[in-house]
Protein backbone atom coordinates (compact mmCIF):
# COMPACT_ATOMS: atom_id res chain seq x y z
CA UNK A 1 0.00 0.00 0.00
CA UNK A 2 0.92 3.64 0.01
CA UNK A 3 3.49 5.01 2.55
CA UNK A 4 3.81 9.00 2.82
CA UNK A 5 6.68 10.51 4.97
CA UNK A 6 6.11 13.72 6.32
CA UNK A 7 9.52 16.17 7.03
CA UNK A 8 10.28 17.95 9.48
CA UNK A 9 7.99 17.04 12.26
CA UNK A 10 8.44 20.05 14.02
CA UNK A 11 8.96 23.38 12.36
CA UNK A 12 9.86 26.90 14.43
CA UNK A 13 9.77 29.81 12.06
CA UNK A 14 10.34 33.69 12.72
CA UNK A 15 7.10 35.77 12.01
CA UNK A 16 7.37 36.59 8.04
CA UNK A 17 9.68 34.41 7.34
CA UNK A 18 9.26 31.20 4.90
CA UNK A 19 8.28 27.95 6.15
CA UNK A 20 8.57 24.43 4.18
CA UNK A 21 7.11 21.14 4.79
CA UNK A 22 8.10 18.13 2.81
CA UNK A 23 5.97 14.72 1.65
CA UNK A 24 7.24 11.92 0.02
CA UNK A 25 5.14 8.92 -1.41
CA UNK A 26 5.87 5.24 -2.57
CA UNK A 27 3.20 4.46 -4.93
CA UNK A 28 3.89 5.89 -8.13
CA UNK A 29 0.23 5.76 -9.40
CA UNK A 30 -0.84 8.19 -6.36
CA UNK A 31 -2.69 11.48 -8.40
CA UNK A 32 -3.84 13.38 -6.09
CA UNK A 33 -2.15 15.17 -3.11
CA UNK A 34 -4.01 17.41 -0.27
CA UNK A 35 -2.86 18.99 2.22
CA UNK A 36 -4.66 19.20 5.83
CA UNK A 37 -4.36 22.22 8.27
CA UNK A 38 -5.37 21.02 12.19
CA UNK A 39 -5.03 24.34 15.00
CA UNK A 40 -5.06 23.15 18.19
CA UNK A 41 -8.13 21.93 19.47
CA UNK A 42 -9.80 22.07 16.13
CA UNK A 43 -10.66 19.78 13.74
CA UNK A 44 -8.26 18.86 9.88
CA UNK A 45 -9.31 21.24 7.68
CA UNK A 46 -8.09 21.58 3.61
CA UNK A 47 -6.23 23.97 2.73
CA UNK A 48 -4.99 23.15 -0.44
CA UNK A 49 -4.52 20.22 -2.74
CA UNK A 50 -2.81 19.18 -6.17
CA UNK A 51 -3.22 17.04 -9.03
CA UNK A 52 -0.44 15.21 -10.67
CA UNK A 53 -1.22 17.12 -14.03
CA UNK A 54 0.34 19.88 -12.42
CA UNK A 55 3.61 21.42 -10.79
CA UNK A 56 2.77 23.62 -9.19
CA UNK A 57 -0.65 25.25 -7.30
CA UNK A 58 -0.95 28.68 -5.43
CA UNK A 59 -3.19 30.60 -3.17
CA UNK A 60 -2.05 33.70 -1.88
CA UNK A 61 0.56 32.94 0.60
CA UNK A 62 0.10 28.85 0.38
CA UNK A 63 1.77 26.85 -2.61
CA UNK A 64 2.01 23.67 -3.14
CA UNK A 65 4.77 21.76 -5.58
CA UNK A 66 4.93 18.55 -7.02
CA UNK A 67 7.68 16.21 -8.29
CA UNK A 68 6.14 12.74 -9.95
CA UNK A 69 9.39 11.60 -11.02
CA UNK A 70 11.01 11.99 -7.36
CA UNK A 71 7.60 11.11 -6.15
CA UNK A 72 7.41 14.34 -3.40
CA UNK A 73 5.57 17.11 -3.00
CA UNK A 74 6.30 20.19 -0.74
CA UNK A 75 3.73 23.04 1.36
CA UNK A 76 5.58 26.58 0.68
CA UNK A 77 3.83 29.40 3.08
CA UNK A 78 5.10 32.49 2.64
CA UNK A 79 5.06 35.69 4.89
CA UNK A 80 4.07 33.35 7.61
CA UNK A 81 2.06 34.74 10.27
CA UNK A 82 1.23 33.86 14.10
CA UNK A 83 -2.61 31.71 12.76
CA UNK A 84 -0.36 29.99 10.79
CA UNK A 85 0.80 28.04 13.54
CA UNK A 86 -0.93 24.67 13.76
CA UNK A 87 0.12 21.07 12.50
CA UNK A 88 -0.05 20.13 8.78
CA UNK A 89 -0.53 16.89 7.21
CA UNK A 90 0.44 15.78 3.88
CA UNK A 91 -1.39 12.69 2.40
CA UNK A 92 -1.56 11.18 -0.88
CA UNK A 93 -4.62 8.95 -2.87
CA UNK A 94 -4.49 6.94 -5.82
CA UNK A 95 -7.55 7.76 -7.36
CA UNK A 96 -9.98 4.81 -8.30
CA UNK A 97 -13.68 3.85 -9.47
CA UNK A 98 -14.39 3.32 -5.49
CA UNK A 99 -12.99 2.68 -2.35
CA UNK A 100 -10.63 5.62 -2.45
CA UNK A 101 -8.88 6.66 0.75
CA UNK A 102 -6.09 8.99 1.71
CA UNK A 103 -3.22 8.20 3.23
CA UNK A 104 -1.87 11.11 5.47
CA UNK A 105 1.92 11.73 6.74
CA UNK A 106 2.94 11.75 10.39
CA UNK A 107 2.62 15.90 10.45
CA UNK A 108 4.63 18.72 11.15
CA UNK A 109 4.30 20.90 14.19
CA UNK A 110 4.73 24.26 12.85
CA UNK A 111 5.17 27.47 15.65
CA UNK A 112 5.51 30.60 14.01
CA UNK A 113 7.25 33.09 16.80
CA UNK A 114 6.33 36.45 16.62
CA UNK B 1 -21.80 23.75 5.41
CA UNK B 2 -20.93 20.41 5.99
CA UNK B 3 -21.70 19.37 9.34
CA UNK B 4 -20.36 16.15 10.60
CA UNK B 5 -20.87 15.40 14.25
CA UNK B 6 -19.39 12.66 16.93
CA UNK B 7 -21.38 11.72 19.60
CA UNK B 8 -18.80 12.42 22.93
CA UNK B 9 -16.09 14.62 22.88
CA UNK B 10 -14.50 12.73 25.80
CA UNK B 11 -14.66 9.09 26.86
CA UNK B 12 -13.59 6.92 29.86
CA UNK B 13 -13.55 3.65 29.73
CA UNK B 14 -12.72 0.28 31.38
CA UNK B 15 -10.60 -2.79 29.71
CA UNK B 16 -12.42 -5.03 28.25
CA UNK B 17 -15.75 -2.68 27.74
CA UNK B 18 -17.54 -2.41 24.31
CA UNK B 19 -17.25 0.91 23.43
CA UNK B 20 -19.54 2.83 20.06
CA UNK B 21 -18.61 6.00 19.01
CA UNK B 22 -20.91 7.34 16.41
CA UNK B 23 -20.36 10.01 13.37
CA UNK B 24 -23.08 11.82 11.76
CA UNK B 25 -22.92 13.74 8.56
CA UNK B 26 -25.56 15.87 6.98
CA UNK B 27 -24.84 16.13 3.75
CA UNK B 28 -25.37 12.97 1.77
CA UNK B 29 -22.06 12.27 1.29
CA UNK B 30 -21.51 8.72 0.35
CA UNK B 31 -18.41 8.03 2.09
CA UNK B 32 -17.17 7.75 5.44
CA UNK B 33 -14.05 7.19 7.85
CA UNK B 34 -12.78 6.68 10.95
CA UNK B 35 -9.30 7.80 11.94
CA UNK B 36 -7.34 7.65 14.64
CA UNK B 37 -4.66 10.53 15.75
CA UNK B 38 -1.77 9.75 17.73
CA UNK B 39 1.53 12.33 18.64
CA UNK B 40 4.03 11.94 15.50
CA UNK B 41 2.09 9.20 13.80
CA UNK B 42 -0.84 11.14 11.90
CA UNK B 43 -3.95 10.29 11.11
CA UNK B 44 -4.29 6.93 10.14
CA UNK B 45 -7.08 4.99 8.62
CA UNK B 46 -8.92 2.48 10.44
CA UNK B 47 -12.50 1.46 8.42
CA UNK B 48 -14.54 3.19 5.99
CA UNK B 49 -16.85 3.07 3.76
CA UNK B 50 -18.14 4.09 0.67
CA UNK B 51 -22.19 3.09 0.63
CA UNK B 52 -24.58 1.90 3.26
CA UNK B 53 -23.56 -1.51 4.30
CA UNK B 54 -20.08 -1.48 2.63
CA UNK B 55 -17.38 -1.59 4.68
CA UNK B 56 -13.31 -1.77 3.72
CA UNK B 57 -10.40 -2.21 6.05
CA UNK B 58 -7.99 0.77 6.58
CA UNK B 59 -4.59 0.62 7.57
CA UNK B 60 -5.25 -0.54 11.65
CA UNK B 61 -8.35 -2.01 11.22
CA UNK B 62 -7.30 -4.82 14.14
CA UNK B 63 -9.44 -4.34 17.38
CA UNK B 64 -12.26 -2.78 15.61
CA UNK B 65 -15.64 -3.18 14.06
CA UNK B 66 -17.51 -0.93 12.01
CA UNK B 67 -21.58 -0.59 11.36
CA UNK B 68 -22.88 1.92 8.53
CA UNK B 69 -27.09 0.93 8.73
CA UNK B 70 -27.84 4.39 7.18
CA UNK B 71 -26.24 6.58 4.77
CA UNK B 72 -25.34 9.49 7.40
CA UNK B 73 -24.26 7.90 9.98
CA UNK B 74 -21.21 5.63 11.12
CA UNK B 75 -19.97 3.95 13.56
CA UNK B 76 -17.04 2.50 15.07
CA UNK B 77 -16.97 -0.30 17.91
CA UNK B 78 -14.27 -1.12 20.14
CA UNK B 79 -15.56 -4.85 21.22
CA UNK B 80 -13.14 -4.99 24.03
CA UNK B 81 -11.50 -2.19 25.13
CA UNK B 82 -7.43 -1.94 25.89
CA UNK B 83 -5.16 0.73 26.68
CA UNK B 84 -3.26 0.77 23.68
CA UNK B 85 -6.54 2.19 22.25
CA UNK B 86 -6.55 5.24 24.25
CA UNK B 87 -6.48 7.65 21.21
CA UNK B 88 -8.36 10.59 19.78
CA UNK B 89 -10.72 9.18 17.21
CA UNK B 90 -11.42 11.13 14.05
CA UNK B 91 -14.42 10.85 12.10
CA UNK B 92 -14.80 12.56 8.35
CA UNK B 93 -16.69 12.25 5.47
CA UNK B 94 -17.06 13.07 1.65
CA UNK B 95 -18.48 12.66 -1.36
CA UNK B 96 -16.05 10.35 -2.95
CA UNK B 97 -12.93 10.26 -5.00
CA UNK B 98 -10.67 13.69 -5.04
CA UNK B 99 -13.23 15.39 -2.63
CA UNK B 100 -12.69 17.20 0.66
CA UNK B 101 -12.68 15.09 3.61
CA UNK B 102 -15.02 17.07 6.24
CA UNK B 103 -13.56 15.73 9.85
CA UNK B 104 -15.81 15.83 12.58
CA UNK B 105 -14.35 17.35 16.33
CA UNK B 106 -12.89 14.13 17.43
CA UNK B 107 -13.66 11.71 20.55
CA UNK B 108 -10.97 11.63 22.85
CA UNK B 109 -11.48 7.94 24.34
CA UNK B 110 -9.35 7.14 27.49
CA UNK B 111 -9.30 3.21 28.28
CA UNK B 112 -8.33 2.33 31.97
Known amino acids: GENVEQHPSTLSVQEGDSAVIKCTYSDSASNYFPWYKQELGKRPQLIIDIRSNVGEKKDQRIAVTLNKTAKHFSLHITETQPEDSAVYFC?????????????FGGGTRVLVKP | DVKVTQSSRYLVKRTGEKVFLECVQD?????MFWYRQDPGLGLRLIYF???????EKGDIPEGYSVSREKKERFSLILESASTNQTSMYLCASNKGGRETQYFGPGTRLLVL
Open chain 2, 27 to 31: MDHEN
Open chain 1, 91 to 103: AALRFKAAGNKLT
Open chain 2, 49 to 55: SYDVKMK
